[in-house]
């Protein structure tokens, strides 16, 4: 089966990371996935959530938003319809939950480091990407409060990035576009870590169910997909110190 | 290891589905899982979301909170703080998406089935609560309808049930109380059908990752608990039918 | 006249007080008051609103919701109309004035107890059914705080216990059900202490006007109902401490 | 004892209404009540809430709101609070339930009246005065309709007034100020029409509860208040018609 | 041309400012501007925002609003739509910006004078009747202050006074009423201080666009106008001292 | 005096317009303005607001809003504070109604074109960068509406540009940027059509106020500006054709 854009199936879409796009955000990133582009800047505050308070770690949270035009019909701002999205607001406790993991929270000071990501454009796969590019952003947040001597140890114990596969006409494939996305019968974001591990998972079969062995051979896309992704994530940080 | 409440790995809590027990719904059930109650009401509309209009489909859609008290400390209702909480709405659109899957919408007529599950008290795994009895509201309601001539063909395709797992001290377990969620490593929510296949797959990495041999036995574990839930839910319905 | 259920003029629907039915709440009950069901928890916290800070007096307020399919039509949840109900704003203020009339504020201390009344039912009645049962848990929490060591003198002043009275085509009857409350002409809510005072009286000529001989037999009904009701309560307290 | 303002224990303060001091409204009185200013007018509106739709009927409704100033210490507007004051929303059911009953709704046609009661100076029975104002303003609009050929019978059925009373230090009295409204025991709404019936009893204990007999006495002094406040509505609409 | 209600092009409608009008207010003025009327309340309150707590200034902000019927059709209250009208954040960002010109902020202390505009009825101009009006309310709440010895200095630099011009059917004009502003091609609010100053210039071509020939002559007219209602102010300054 | 940024008294900074920058928008425009950046789309819709129903007439309408660290410090979203920023409310009004001066609404059949502004870095000038870029954006969707025969007419009847200008330690100078805006004494935003006349005018005298001679000074700087950006918006639309 030929893919929409001609791709193989274990083919990701042509990726950038555009690092220091942001002159303000102690991080930032505008992450170009296909089609798909999503700015994240990370901003560090010397304050926590009050259920840190006096606690001596760190927290890092998440939020996710699309422009009204990033799609293909212009969307109400969730100011307008006084609701943050539902969506919007599952997918931002995912990236959260996922940065979360890369850090030692309790090595990062009494500090919370916000990750805004925030949909210019759309076409599949803004969670993963937001993951990926959210990744960078906060790595470079946090070099930059350790080269200003803020913090004692440096906490960041692993890379994370995340990637979609799903099944489509029958077909396991890996970084689906909205195009194929929109009719995929399963769909999975997969979240991993450079040191090997899954950090989260998040399969749904739409409108269809999935086997062990489709989820086996989904798993073996998302690493393929996640391997070349920390090498790039690797590429825009050493280009970022550069 | 011994488990907080002298289960085995392996062992679900002690579990009631209680139906009929609301005069209005058109289907209802309170369950009783371990410490954690949740009544589940299926009320049908006839009418659709905008999207659907003219469709000739159907809907089926999830509602979930917590009674202020259904936790240890007293927790501030949304109405008070103008805001759907974030966790609640990532649980609702779970339940939504897994009780679609029970259903061919394209034989349920332009008319609305809205699941609410109300939490009245909670001891973890209130969205596997959720999905295991809102699946035994929906398929009351579902009968209802049917034996009152309003559909021409049955559209349940399959029954739903969900467990969550997770990997505590080392130890993949089935069925997390809140003391074992709250200090589980790994966290996952199995939602299954009774044809075999996997619905929802849901798994954090929480401050640890996981392997795919761990996912793996995790994925047995779910296995084994969902088959005991799709026994129960079928108890559960011929007794409300009798 | 016979009565939709076949009561007399001045007969309760049959009632019961279910204590002890939340782990986590300080006080709690189940009022099944005929098919009308609510679920009172007395939550106590330490702190005060703002305006009895310092004051070295303590605060009793209630809050009351109904679940969606409490009532034979679903009703929208408050949180996604983002206000909150006319009707239930003004119940749960009349819940929270009379329950503070059982209670010796200044005894209390500097601590706040929240009476949560979720109507998991409604067949007319429910604002009565809270007061009663409202009452109930707050005793039980109070209790426990005494019991505890944490009052130095037992606040509880009297009991409170509310019914409603109606005019119904013509003929004074006590504790309308929901049928016979939707054609009422008159419609009362009585709310006493077991000492013999009225704590709150609220009347409404609903499509009619009452007269003062009227307004007469509408208290003597809700005396006679009060005084069973406060048998109840002190037999469920009992029980609850046995 | 000596009221704080020199009245006798069954003296109204001076009331003045003012009639037509809105040139837009179809209805509009300025209430001087003592301290208390309340402007009311009456907005007629072509249309009824969807629950009246194609019934024939017509809705009388009310909206309360105090000015920030109105009161001793400036009172953030609810709008920056983003809630419609519990307070404002008990106050405005009742004067919308009272108004009602001044009126055939059967004969005003599919129209919906709004009276807006706001309150520009606070000093006690702000609530009485907006229905004694708001009935006058509502005549005002319907005699309009009625001159414009717009009803086919007349549907004022009775005038509505409405007057606090209550018991301070022991004394029952008519119409309280704030000064005597915070330091009451007792403090009770009566709503009457010039037809001789209650249309609403409110009747609170506030730190103390009252007697049958204390009752009597307040409803006593409720009936003389209400009386006089019948004639003062009458020469204001003969005036505004003059 | 004859304007609508026979004035010159360089007329003001005839304006009375009445203080004194709240009894609770630190200062207040009702502004009756030919047919618009507006109540303007100045509140102290003896706390700064955020941004000035230990600067030792004080603030000076406006809240404006409209009732529902101060216009021809009723206008739903904000609450209900839960959002602040647009025109009324614009306007009142606008008021708060002029009256703060009045006054030296480092002399007023750590406190807040809020000036409440409240529009009881409409017919064109309110913003720049609130302008004038709210001096006069600062004004009288200062000088309280002042009178009180509780500022060191008086802290008054200057009167605000504002009104608005337009170009109708080509002919430039003073003080539009809303017959007249609903039909102009150009519109101007222009806010002046007594010592000779521009404070703001808001110009709008209404379907049209506007020379600086234009410009200076809707310039003319506004130093005119202010120069009238400067005068006012003092006069009621000065009676209000009386 | 120099300039912080070297520029002299009448110089705009660096400005580029970047068109197509949105794959769905039916006209998108990136200004980058020194270092301002603004994302300006627009978005047609079939569809107007119920006042020009059946009317014949189109609506143009605009959104503004900032990114959370578009500024130096990181600012909550106005979802989680559930108000619409004060500052964004009268920003959107402003640019809305400038754009609308662009276009005979009557031409534009019933359609909407919403003009989404939203700013990823802010330093000054944002408002008239919105504008400026508006209008490109409008153009190009309005051209792409006129190419596939949806207009009889070709509505657009002038270009429209803003510029900031403002007096700074006693100079005019043109295009504030934020460090210049923030020490300003006077500051004005200037809005013109390329046929010659001002569309708005909006001077503020912050901290100061300003004569009639500073006010010409301002002006004759803000045609200089606008004239240059004139031919700006003339080459980018060349080039979006070509």
Known sequence: MERIDGRKTNELRPIRLLTGINRYAEG?????????????TASVEEDVPPFLKNSGKGWITAEYAMLPRATQTRKKRDIHRLKLDGRSSEIQRLIGRSLRAACDLSLLGERTITIDCDVLQADGGTRTASVTAGYVALALAVKKLFAEGKLEQYPIRQAIAAVSVGIVQGVPMLDLCYAEDSKADVDMNIIRTDAGGFVELQGTGEGNTFSEQELQQLLDLGKEGTQILFEMQNEALKQANA
Chains 1, 2, 3, 4, 5, 6 share one sequence.
Not at 28 to 33: C, D, K, M, N, R
């Open 28 to 40: 930032s990133v505008l992450i170009e996935w296909g089609e798909t582009k999503v700015l994240c």
